[in-house]
C-alpha cells in the first residue's frame, strides 16, 4: 500500500487504449493525425486559439517553457520550494543556457505578489546583476496547494506591469482545476499565464506532457529547441494519444477528482491538527511521531518522510478506496 | 504503401504486451524492476559489465554519448553526411555546451582512418583551436552501409592513439548486426567503441534507446546530465519494458533481419545499376528518373526524393511482404 | 573627493612604467617574455610551484576558477553578497554552463564552516537535485571582513572531506594580506585553497588579473577556456608586465596597506558605534542618518547609500591624505 | 626582423599617450567620460547614428556579436578559414550557446553570394536542422584580400531577402578601407552590414577592439552579454582611451596605410608569380621553397611557413621601412 508519490502509479486505462489504437504506420514526428490535432483540442479546452506541444518529461516542459521566457542572462523568480529549483537537477539552466533562479519564500510553496515585489526591490537596474525576466508558480504546489484564479490574477497583474513573462508548472494543474471547479482559462491565460506545463504523467499518463502557449507566435522557438534537446519522439503520435485520450471525456478531470476524494479522505480521518498544509489536491504533508510513522508502516503503508516529525503521502488516479479507507482508518487511530 | 522511414513504422507486439504487463505500480524513475535489469541483461549481450540507460530518443542518445566524450571546448569528428550534424538541430552542440563538429566526407556516409588522419593533420596543437576529442560513426550509417568489425577495430585503433573517444550512433545497429552476423561485442567495446546508441524505436520499438557504457565507470556523469535534461521519465519502468522486450528471444535481431530482406527483395529487383549504394542494411537509395519515381507513386507507392535523379526508399521490421513484393515487381517493371 | 570605489581610482606609477617598458614588438598572446615569467614569479611568492595566468577582469578569473571546480549539473555554495552572486551577471553561470550558486548567509559576508554543513546536509544525494562541488569564498569579503588563515583552513578542511573544490575570490586579497600580515600562502593552499582570483586592478593595476592555480596540472583546461571566452590577449605582454610590476618589490602590499590605513583612519574617527561592520581592509560601512550624509556630501565628499541610514566609503592606494583626514574630520564633526 | 603578425607589434606612441592622459581617477567601468564619448565618435564616423562598445579582444567581438545575430538554434556561415572558425577556439560557440558555424569555400578566404546561396540550398526548412541565421565575413580577409563596397552589398543584399544577419569581422578593417579609399559607411551599414568587429589592436593599439551596432537598439543585450563574459573592465576608461586616440586625426588610418604600403613594397619585390594572393592589406602569402626560406631566415627574417612551399609575412603600422627595404631586397635576390 504505497503513497510515496503519483508518479509510481499506473496508467489508467484509456491511456492504454489509445496507445493500442494509435499502433499503426502514420507520419513520424509529429506530423501524424493525432498530434496534429493538439492545438486545436487545447484551443477548444482552454477558450482561445492556443499552441500545444507534446513533451516527454514535465521537467522538459518546464524547462522548454523557461527557455523562451528568459534569456541567458535573465532570471526567473520562483519558490525556494519549486520543483523547478529543487528537482530538476538545474534543467532550468540547461535549456535557459545559465539564468539564474531567484528563489523567494511563501507559505505553502506559493509565491505572493508581496514577495515578488520586495524580490524586484532588491535588484538594481544595471548590468552587473541578473534583471529577472519571469515568475514561474506550480498550481497545485508542490506542498498541495492551490492558487485560486484571483490569486493567479494577482501575479499576472505584477508580471504585466514589470514586463515579466509567467509560468506555470501544471504537474498537478488537473488536480488544481478540480478541486477550484474553474474552467482551466481561468487558471491560466485570463490571469496572465504566458506558458503552462500541462501535466498528465502524474495523473493516469504514461510519458507525455503538454506544454501549451498561449501566444501561439512564442511557440515558434520552442519546435527547434525541443528538437535539439533529443525531445522530439519520432513516433510521437504515441505522445499525442495519451494526452488526446485523457481529454476526451474529461478523463484528465475524472482521474483528479479521484486522488483528491482520495486525499480528502485521510485528511478527514487526520484531523486538522496533524496537518502541516491544507490539504487541496493530492498530496499530504502529516504531523506523525517516529513511532506512529513506524505503526503505520508495520502496517503496510508506505510514504516518504519529509523533515523531523513529518510525513508526506500522496494519493493518485487509482488510489485503491479500500486501501485508502484502512489508511484512515489507520491514521485516526493513531 | 509508404516506404518513407522505419520511423513511421507501428510498434511490435512484443513491445505493446510488454507496456501492458508493466502496468502496474512500481518505483519512479529508473528504481523500478525493469529498469533496474536493464544493465545486467546489456552486460550479457555484450559479454562485458556495462552500464547502460533508457533514454527517449536516438537524438538524446546521441548527444548525451558526445557531452560525455567531448568538451565544450572539444570537437567531435564525424561524416558530412552524419545525422548529428544533420538531423538533430545542433543537439551535440545543445549538450556539449558548444562543441564543434569535424566533418570529413566518405563513400557511403562512412568515415575511413585516412579521413580521419586527413582531418587530425589540419589541426594545429594550440590553444587557438578546438581540439578533437572524440570521433562519432553511425553503424548502420545514414546511407545504409554498415561497417565491419575490423573497419570499427581501425578507427577504434586511431582513436585509442591519440586519445580520442568513439562514439557509435547504433540508430540502426540492429540492422548492421543482422547483417554482419557477428557478435555485439564486435563491432562496439572489443573495436575501440567507448559508447554505444542503441537503437530500438526504429526497429519496433514505440519510445525507447538504450545508451551504453562499455566502461561503466564513464556512465557517472550521464546520470545528473538525463535529468537535467527532462530525460529522466517519471514512469521509466514503460522505457525499460520496452527495450527488455526486444532483447528476449532476439525479437531485436528478428526485426532487423526482416526490414533487411526486405531491403534486399527490392534491390534485387531494381538491379546493381540502379543502386546508388549497395545495401546493406534497410536503406535504398536508387537512380530512377522523375517519370519512373511518378510511375512509383501512381501505384501507390511512397518515399523520399534524394536529390536529382535518386531516391530513398527504407523498409522496417514489419513490412509487409506483399507491398514489398509489389514493390519489387513495379521497380523491375519501369 | 569621491570614496565610491577603489575600482575608479588610477592607475599606479609601476604599471604604467612598465607598460612603457614593455612597449616593443614580442611575441603575441601568451608567449611573450613577460607572461611566460607568470608562473614562476608566483610560485615564489606563494612557495610552492604553481600555474598562474593573467585575465583581464575578476569577474573573468572568478568564473574560469568556478568552470574548473564545477560541472555545469553542479553547484557552487557562496554567501548571498558574494560578488559571484550579486555582480557578476551570471558570468559564473555562463563560464560553468548552467551550475547553480547554492546561497548561505553569514555576517560579514562570510561563510562558514556552519553554513557550509547546514547547507550540506539540505541536499539529497541523488539525481534530482544538483550537487555542490565547490565552495568560494572572497578575502577579503564583500564587506570588507577578513579570514583569517585558520578560518580558512576550516572551510578547507570541509572541502576536504567532501570532495568539494575551493576557490578565493581575491579581488582584494592583497588587503587581507597586508592587514593578517601572514604569507599568502598560510591564506590559499596551505588552507586547502584550489584555485585563486588574485586582484591587482582594485589595487592600483589597470586591467589585468591573476588567476593562481595550487594544482598546476588543473590550470589544462582553462588555458582553453581563456581563449574560448575571447580572454587570450593577442598583446599579453601589456597584462604580464602590470601584475609584474606590481609584485615586484611588494608594491601590491604597499598599495594594499597605504588603503588600509586610510581605512583605518576615516573608521578611528567615525568610532565603534557608527561601524555596521568592522574595518578589516579598505571598505567601511557606516551608519549616517540622510542628514548627516547630505552634510558629506555638502562638503565635498561622495560615495555610496548603502540600504536605509548605512553608506558605504571605499579607500584606495592612491586615497590622498589630506583628503582622508579631511573626511575623518567631517565625520567625526557629525 | 620579425615579420609573424601585427599582433606581436608595439602600441602606437598615440595610444600610450592617452593611456598616460586618463591616468585619474573617474567613473568605474563604462561610466567615464572617454567611454560615454565613443558611440558619439562612431557615430560621427559612421554617418549614421551608432552604438559602439569596447571589449578587450577581437575574439570577444565577434563573439558577442554572433551572439546578437544567431540563437543557440541557429548558423552562420561564413568561410572554412574564417578566424572565427579556425582561431577562436569555439567562442563563437561558447557565447552563442551552441550554434553552428556553416562553412563555405571560396577564393581568398572570401564568402560569396553563390556559396552562400549554394549552402541556404541545402538546408531544409524544418526543425531537424540547423537554420542559418546569419553571415559572417572578414575584411580585410585571413588572406589579406578586401571585399569591395559592392562585393559587401551584394551579400547584404542576399541577407536581407533571406532574413540573416551580415556580421563583418573587422580585425583589420582599418586596412581595408585604407586600400580602398572609400568611406566606412560604404564598407558596413550602406551595404547591410548589421554588427562590425572594429579592430584597432593590430594597428597600434594595446587591448581595446570596438564592437559596432548599425541599429543601436540591437545593442541592448550585449551590455549583459558583455559584463557576463567578464569583459566589462572596471577601469573601462584605458580601453576607451585607446579607440578614442586612434580614431583622433585619423591615426587608424595612418597605422593602416603604413602596414599596406610596407606589405606593397615587399610584394613588388617579390612579383607576381610568388604571390599566393594578391596584396590587399598588410599581409603576403608567398610561393618560397624551403631552401629560400631558410636562406631568408638566414638573413635575419622571420616569418610562419603557410604550408608546404607557401610562406606568410605581416606588416605592421611599425614596420620599420630599413628592415622592409633590406626584406624586399633580400627576396628579390632568392
New interface residues.
Partial sequence: M?F??D?????CPEV?EA??AA???????DGDTLSQRLSRVFSDLFEREVAALW?????????LALAELC???GGVICHRDAHIN??????P?????????MLVEGEGAKVTPQAVEALLATVRKD?????PAAVSITNASEYGRVYTPDETAALGEICRQRGLGLHLDGARFANAVARLGCAPADLTWRAGVDVLSFGF??NGG??SEALIFFDRDRAA?T?????????????GR??AAQILAMLEGDVWLRNARAANDAADRIAGAAGAERLVEPVEANELFLRVTAAEAAALRSQGFDFYDWGPGQVRLVTSW?SDPAQVDRLATAIRAL
Fill in positions: 504505497r510515496f508519490s508518479n509510481a502509479a499506473a496508467v492504454m496507445l493500442a499502433n499503426h504506420l502514420d507520419t513520424a514526428y513533451v516527454g518529461t514535465g521537467t522538459a516542459a518546464n524547462a534569456p541567458p542572462h529543487n528537482d530538476e537537477c538545474g534543467a539552466e540547461f535549456y535557459t543556457h545559465g539564468a539564474k533562479l548590468v552587473h546583476q541578473v534583471q504523467v502524474k504514461m510519458s522557438a519546435h527547434y529547441r525541443r528538437k535539439r534537446a533529443g525531445h522530439l519522439l519520432s513516433k504515441y505522445l487509482d
